[in-house]
Nanobody
Framework: QFKVVESGGDSVQAGGSLRLACAAY????????VGWFREAPGKEREGVAC????????QYAESVKGRVTISRDNAKNEVYLQMTGLKPEDTGLYHC??????????????????WGLGTQVTVSS
């Protein structure tokens, strides 16, 4: 069964760091584009970062550039989102998602087929 499971969310103070993990089951993360998205109350779902399956090309939302790094461990079949300098506006439910096919990953949610239930990140000021 194809699924992704997120972990690593926590409550932290502003300026802190977190590393989120996305574990894949039923497929290999280096065969699929994988993206991270976040949802916050009253806001639209926002694409945070993505990594393409083949050469591992990466894209980031402008709101997180310089503070967030997406990476992949093929041996563990996991994708990570390392976040530093966290701000209260980074608070949200973070989901990872995967899709097969296409030339490159995208931070557009409509592209993705398999979604996890999310892990909560709360940043207090």
């Amino acid at each position: 069964q194809f699924k992704v499971v997120e972990s690593g969310g926590d409550s932290v103070q502003a300026g802190g760091s977190l590393r989120l993990a996305c574990a894949a089951y039923g497929f290999r993360v280096d065969d699929y584009h994988v993206g991270w998205f976040r949802e916050a109350p009253g806001k639209e779902r926002e694409g945070v970062a993505c990594i393409s399956f083949d050469r591992g090309n990466k894209q980031y939302a402008e709101s997180v550039k310089g503070r967030v790094t997406i990476s992949r461990d093929n041996a563990k079949n996991e994708v990570y989102l390392q976040m530093t300098g966290l701000k209260p506006e980074d608070t949200g439910l973070y989901h990872c998602a995967a899709v097969w096919g296409g030339d490159a990953c995208s931070t557009s949610a409509t592209m993705y087929e398999y979604w996890g239930l999310g892990t909560q990140v709360t940043v207090s000021s």
